[in-house]
């Protein structure tokens, strides 16, 4: 992925279907702008091959697209204004562009791109403010069971925004907000009972989780796998275990230490290999048996002993990061 597959991916709208051929679908932004009503049929689809993209409508026939040395078409500035991004953005892209057309060094190039507000299911309010609420019994029979699986997890009530919405389909579910500059971009809701899915989320592929709390006066940045466990420690998340481009920048351009805390699992050894690429730091403290991800961590120790020992057990060396990867490589499952 390059920066300009990078921007379309993270631009996409949530709702977006991949169909087997590779094709993305979703409703398309440009029929409006070509006197043609709003597409609901998810008419647009993108494609990304050999470093490159292609868009059509099948709606409104408008193309656009890219291939590396050549520079965007007014067809896909326009595109790519219509999805949202920037102007600031786009004269990046363009410059982008423009270095590979020339044969430049890129590295220099950052990239901030704009996530897309989402809506909540309806009937959506923090945990919170429901409980403050008068409530017929069934309503707050849920929200105690709810309530008891966070507490379950290790969780604090004040740690996060926790929600939870009335909306069939997801009483049963723990509604967790995915914030970007104070606004609501995705969020998943996680099932409080066994069956799937486990999670319901709804997010941009390019999303960090918890990166709106990463304020300038911190010193270092904790990356996670898992939500509950950038809750846990105040970090962030990428929601699997190999961040794609989209995420690292987004790390990067934080400007901080970046500490990455893998999950005990074989996957886990995949974001040591991030890690390793990207010149990021690495800590596995030994939390005894029985703790796999941070979330248990903080359950078994608290929160401060769980930081603490983080901070006490990350490791810069190449050698001792290839040594941990290892390690993770042979866990037994
Ligand atoms: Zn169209």
Sequence with gaps: MNLIQTAVQTVLPPKHKSTPSGWISFNAPCCVHNG????????AGVIFK????TYHCFNCNFKA???????????????????GIPDSELQKLSLYTLQIKENQPVAKVEINLTLKEIELPEMTMSIEEWAREDLPDDVSQQLIKIYQY???RGMEINWYNWSWSYTPGYRDR????FYHNGKIVGFTGRKITDGKPKYLTHSQPGYVFNIDRQTPDRQCVIVVEGQFDAIAIDGCAIMHNEPNEAQIMRLRSLGREVIV??????PGAKMIETAVEQGWTVSMPDWGDGVKDVADAVKKFG???????ILHYKETNEIKKQLLKKKLEHVEL
Excluded at 50 to 53: C, L, N, R
Excluded at 303 to 309: A, E, G, K, N, P
């Design 174 to 177: 723990l509604l967790i907000p």
């Design 303 to 309: 929160r401060v002993y769980t930081l603490f020992t």
């Design 36 to 43: 043609e009503s709003a597409d609901t049929k998810s008419r």
């Design 150 to 152: 966070l507490l379950d």
């Design 50 to 53: 050999e470093d490159g993209f």
């Design 261 to 266: 805390v893998p999950d005990r699992d074989k």
């Design 65 to 83: 697209g890219w291939t590396p040395g050549k520079l965007l078409s007014k067809n896909t500035k326009n595109l790519f204004t219509w999805l």
